[in-house]
């Protein structure tokens, strides 16, 4: 969901395509190396794809990996905003 139409006030807006498999998304604690929202992606779903960022006060990254058990994703990535405030 795109930042406009939410009350989250940080956003990750990944612009891109997937080319195969499953990757995901995550906002990952690094602190505590916890996943706190994530989000699976697939070929059929175009780009941006956004991810809220949650409020807290420790450090936080963004983390991609493969969601899928059925072998390799690719995905590829134009660019990362995050976009905060109203």
Known sequence: MPPGR???DRWVELR???RA???GM???DVKDDLCLI???LAVSMPGPYYLPIPATRDPVALYI???G???PASLVIRS???VAGR
Request: contains cysteine.
């Open 16 to 18: 891109g395509a997937v």
């Open 38 to 40: 994530r989000r699976q």
């Open 26 to 28: 995550c906002i990952l």
């Open 21 to 23: 498999g499953v990757p």
């Open 69 to 71: 058990s059925a072998g």
């Open 80 to 82: 990362v905003v995050i």
């Open 6 to 8: 939410s009350r989250v």
């Open 65 to 67: 990996d493969n969601e």
